[in-house]
């Protein structure tokens, strides 16, 4: 039997499951959410995990319904547990399945794909992503992910849509790049932030 824990997250009275081996969050799951600018009625996370990212935006009120796909079967394990011991059911739709197969819109889509070091195709599985982007609908995107990828990303978003902002993330040994994408007319933000800063350390207790 796959074991987790279960512990207090950022926000007051919200848990998470996460297996007690393998995968658990980053500070990367940690920045997505509360660099996202707006609100959402329904969001679509690919690549959920543990259901983190989706505690935040919904902590925040940045979305009231979110529908969170995992393929991989012990991280949608503690996500359907993140979601029941929070008592989210009716606010967390959940999709045990790939990414390229979900058939869902969304006012957002935002995701923390997987990725290698160095060039393209160490590690990542970017494809995923772009096809379920090239297959649904929605109005704006976010993700954070290594610079290699974003040029993936922007190439095709930057064709179709307007970037809304720009965040570069600078920790000690490598770099993020956090960007926004709307079809709506902007002025783009763009903004650089050195992880761990006063600001980034502010994130973990500005919550409510």
């Known amino acids: 039997m796959d074991a987790f824990t279960v512990e207090p997250t950022f926000h007051k009275g919200l848990l998470v499951a996460q297996p007690v081996r393998g995968y658990r969050f980053s500070m990367d799951s940690v920045l ?3 660099l996202i600018e707006g609100r959402f009625v329904t969001a679509v996370e ?3 995990g543990c259901g983190i990212m989706a505690l935040q935006l919904f902590a925040h009120g ?3 319904l979110l529908h969170l796909a995992e393929s991989n079967p ?11 011991i929070n008592a989210l059911d009716g606010f967390f739709m959940l999709y045990q399945t790939d990414v390229e197969n979900l058939r869902v819109s969304g006012d957002l889509v935002y995701f923390n794909p997987p990725y290698g070091r160095g060039k393209v195709g160490k590690g990542e599985r970017w494809q995923p992503f772009m096809t379920f982007l090239e297959k649904n609908r929605y109005k704006e995107v ?7 990828l974003d040029s993936v990303f922007s190439q095709f978003l930057g064709s179709r849509m307007n970037l809304r902002k720009e965040v570069q993330v600078w920790y000690k040994h490598s770099t993020r790049i956090v960007k926004q994408w709307t079809y709506e007319k902007v002025t783009p933000l763009r903004k650089a932030l050195v992880v ?10 500005d919550c409510p």
């Open 32 to 34: 997505l959410p509360h």
């Open 46 to 48: 690919l690549g959920a």
């Open 196 to 205: 761990p800063s006063e600001e980034t350390e502010q994130m973990y207790w």
């Open 62 to 64: 940045k979305t009231t």
């Open 74 to 84: 012990l991280l949608f394990e503690a996500l359907r547990l993140t979601t029941a």
């Open 142 to 148: 976010a993700y954070i992910c290594p610079p290699q």
